[in-house]
């Protein structure tokens, strides 16, 4: 949890959550009113507002938007961890889930697109937090599917995107799963939403065509 304890500054005190940047609405769309205004601006750097639970700041720099909280660990005092707007913080990464769907190859083309890459997961507390956020995102009690950068479809062995070694990392296989090798050869995240009685243990093996949703990872940026 980040600690804004020792920063705020006095005069303004509105309560405010990590997650949502939605409230800065109003003032980043004066921002951007701005930013119009004056063409191409390639920085422009916000102070906002400070939370009872640390301070927050809005960048806007290469026409993304950012989200920023203050940096925590020791060697970067006084710096901020960003997240483009809309994406999701956790420990060094930011997490993208994706409202549309498409073949894996397609996500993480996507991924890649945006800088980024389908989602590896490399820690029980990485897996248990996209298991909240995706009980969180699909309410469907239908079971709904996310990619992650896990296939096999290559040479018959299991590969992270990042070339991450298989073998060395956590795996969260749903009890039976993988199964069906021989078709089923990317890996999906499957939940059925806040009543979904699974552990967290969610992977599943699936067509590599399926059509499903995808969840993108990047570092986050220091500034
Ligand atoms: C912003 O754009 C410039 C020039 O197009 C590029 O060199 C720079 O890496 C970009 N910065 C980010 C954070 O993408
Ligand atoms: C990735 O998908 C999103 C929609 O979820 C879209 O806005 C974006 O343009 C796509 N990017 C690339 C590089 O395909
Ligand atoms: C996931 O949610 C549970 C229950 O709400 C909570 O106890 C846990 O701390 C959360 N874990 C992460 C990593 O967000």
Redesign the pocket.
């Known amino acids: 949890m980040m600690n804004g304890q020792g920063r705020v500054s006095p005069g303004s005190a509105a309560p405010a959550e990590e997650r949502s940047c939605s409230w800065l609405n109003i003032w980043v769309f004066l921002i951007f009113a701005l930013a119009i205004k004056a063409a191409f601006v390639i920085i422009c750097l916000v102070a906002l507002l400070d939370g009872s639970s640390g301070h927050f700041k809005i960048l806007l720099r290469n026409s993304t938007e950012w989200c920023c909280v203050p940096s925590s660990s020791a060697e970067k005092l006084d710096g901020w961890m960003c997240c483009p707007k809309g994406w999701r913080r956790f420990q060094g990464s930011c997490y993208f889930l994706?409202?549309?769907t498409m073949s894996w190859a397609e996500s993480a083309q996507?991924c890649t697109?945006?800088g980024s890459q389908l989602v590896v997961i490399t820690s029980k507390a990485e897996q248990a937090f996209l298991f909240n956020l995706t009980k969180e995102k699909a309410t469907s009690t239908y079971e709904t599917k996310y990619y992650i950068g896990l296939a096999a479809y290559k040479n018959g062995k299991w590969q992270w995107v990042d070339q991450t070694p298989y073998e060395s990392t956590a795996t969260f296989w749903k009890p039976g799963e993988p199964n069906l090798l021989f078709a089923e050869k990317c890996a999906a995240i499957h939940v059925k939403g806040n009543t979904d009685p699974n552990t967290y243990s969610n992977w599943n093996n699936v067509l590599c065509i399926t059509s499903c949703y995808r969840i993108c990872e990047q570092a986050v940026q220091l500034l």
Do not use: K, L, Q, Y
Request: cysteine-free.
């Open positions: 994706s409202t549309d996507n697109g945006m």
